[in-house]
């Protein structure tokens, strides 16, 4: 143990029991140390490869994190390419998976996270996240020839960008220090603040600084030679995602927003996760509320679940690189066959659409497989933009550009019609009134949303043709539609509650005001009137007649029944009596 028995330096798997009560004090303690780091990353693991067990996890930092044996095998199999994959040297890639039944409650910062933070940075109180460097390098020292290990960074935060980058810094030197390494790292993790949607922060990072401004980054120092600015914090690099699919976009828009189960067979995990993420972010700023899984394989827990064919495929995006999918998602409507990038002179060579009947042999060629039909028109000329970009050597980074500010305006055109019309189901601010119940908001009617898109439809803001109505139908049927309804009544009824409570404070106040009420009597029935409680009531009372911090802890402490022995040792406790007084 080093640093006050925060580390493991041992080279056994870290093995722990999350539901065991045993030195709960002593790991709360333990824990709260980690506090800042926690709110980055779960924990780090690092991964090798074990010739009688497989993968294993080799070390868990911080020592006291409590994953569950399923997450554990769950992080080993994720953590590592398929053996098909043949991927050799380094590789980066990133993975989903669902926490267990009966892991800790939801943290209080991580509310506060997701109240400033745009939908598609949200926290899950559901899944986390895993960013892998995985190096396989020959090496005779060992039995079977190849180095394998893999340092996996485990977070609840979807921030692609910065981890791969992170991980990019940091693993190359951790594969030749180990140990030292990554507890430096960690301890520098722990100094962060806290990760703050909009503000800008500086991050230190082995002698450098990782600054994240508002959902972008710069590294500079020793990180990189020079400073290198990144898109952002979460965002790839579009266009590179869909080179070889750039002509289909509109078809892979439209599959997205209605939640379509969709399946994309690539060539290696980096391709696959790449691919899965860039396709959920094509409906952004509306979140995606399907499963998505960016790398998924045959031992995943979920892996019966998502097969199985006694019923309809589920509403999940994934990734995959066994070959050994094509027979088994046979049934998926659509699926996605990518092979390596391969140019036609400038252009890449763009796949086909083929029927799902095509789907058949492990020799399936690329291509995208489904019959369906897409409601809107393509956008020809974004195409030839994209096109002529790539004669043009544009930068990739400049093509990305003009292909997410398209998606962002295709997107905003869908959404502004349902936003105008949610708006309208909201009462009136004048029918709030103090003495009564506030009213409620009015039904959503898809038949009267229909009716308004002749005069404040998607044609008003996009050039696109096709059949909207039909488009917005099935929208309504698929889970995306869903969360963002209970999102935005959420927010309307969280808006119509904190008017109703406006309203009746000032009611009350003015009401005892002209009564001549005392300060004490106004703020005591206007906490009343707010539900407040009697504990809530009788601190802001005295507080109000400027009492010591003693007597409003006497006071509140009775209001709640507690033991004259309770009352002095929190009264004593406010004075900051010695341990002994207090006795």
Not at 99 to 114: F, I, P, T
């Amino acid at each position: 143990m080093e640093d006050g028995g925060r580390w493991s330096r041992g080279s056994d798997p870290v093995v722990m029991n999350p539901f065991d009560g045993s030195e709960d004090a002593d790991r709360g303690a333990c824990r709260s140390t980690w506090a800042r780091f926690s709110s980055w990353l779960e924990c780090v693991c690092v991964v090798t490869f074990d010739l009688e067990l497989g993968q294993a996890i080799e070390l868990v930092y911080p020592q006291d994190v409590k994953l569950t044996e399923k997450e554990k095998t769950s992080i080993c199999y994720l953590s590592f390419p398929d053996s098909y994959s043949g991927c050799l040297g380094d590789t980066q890639f990133s993975f989903r998976l669902r926490q267990s039944v009966g892991r800790r409650a939801w943290r209080l910062q991580e509310d506060v996270y997701n109240r400033d933070a745009p939908a598609t940075l949200q926290v899950t109180p559901s899944h986390f996240f895993g960013y892998v460097y995985f190096r396989q390098v020959k090496d005779v020292s060992v039995r079977r020839g190849y180095f394998q290990k893999s340092l996996v960074l485990v977070s609840r935060l979807p921030y692609y960008g910065m981890f791969h980058s992170l991980l990019q810094a940091v693993a190359p030197e951790f594969f030749e220090k180990l140990q030292p390494c990554l507890e430096a790292v960690c301890s520098e993790i722990d100094q962060w603040p806290s990760p703050i949607p909009g503000q800008t922060l500086h991050l230190p990072l082995m002698g450098g600084v990782l600054q994240v401004r508002g959902g972008a980054c710069i590294r500079g120092g020793n990180v990189l030679p020079a400073p290198t600015v990144l898109p952002s914090v979460h965002e790839l690099d579009l266009f590179k995602c869909f080179q070889p699919v750039l002509v289909h976009l509109q078809m892979f828009w439209e599959l997205v927003l209605l939640g379509e189960p969709l399946v994309v067979m690539a060539p290696s995990p980096t391709v696959s996760s790449e691919t899965v993420l860039a396709l959920i972010s094509i409906i952004s700023p509306l979140r995606f509320c399907c499963d998505f899984r960016p790398y998924f394989t045959v031992h995943d827990s979920e892996f019966r679940e998502f097969t199985t064919r006694t019923q309809a495929p589920p509403n999940v995006v994934l990734g995959v690189t066994n070959p050994f999918f094509i027979k088994t998602f046979q049934n998926w409507p659509h699926v996605v066959r990518l092979g390596e990038t391969k140019m036609a002179g400038d252009l890449p060579k763009q796949v086909k659409v083929k029927k799902p009947s095509k789907l058949k042999t492990l020799e399936t060629k690329p291509g995208v497989y489904t019959a369906f039909k897409t409601f809107l028109h393509k956008d020809k000329i974004l195409i030839k933009r994209l096109l002529r970009g790539i004669q043009r050597k544009r930068p990739s980074e400049v093509q990305s550009a003009i292909l997410r500010r398209h998606l962002l305006e295709l997107t905003q055109s869908f959404i502004i019609p349902l936003e105008r019309y949610m708006a309208s189901l909201m009462p009136l601010q004048r029918s709030v009134t103090p003495w009564k119940t506030p009213p409620q908001i009015r039904p959503f009617s898809q038949e009267d949303f229909m009716s308004t898109l002749d005069q404040t439809g998607p044609q008003l803001t996009s050039g696109l043709k096709g059949d909207w109505t039909g488009l917005y139908r099935k929208f309504f049927r698929s889970p995306n539609f869903d969360g963002w309804y209970r999102h935005r009544h959420k927010e309307m009824t969280q808006k119509l509650e904190s008017l109703h409570l406006e309203v009746l404070s000032d009611a009350v106040s003015h009401t005892l005001a002209a009564n001549q009420k005392t300060e004490t009597e106004i703020i005591y029935h206007t906490l009343a009137a707010n539900q407040k409680t009697e504990t809530e009531i009788i601190y802001h009372t005295l507080a109000a007649n400027q009492k010591s911090d003693t007597g409003i802890i006497y006071h509140t402490l009775a209001a709640n029944q507690k033991s004259d022995t309770g009352i002095i040792y929190h009264t004593l406790a406010a004075n900051q009596k010695s341990d002994t007084g207090i006795t």
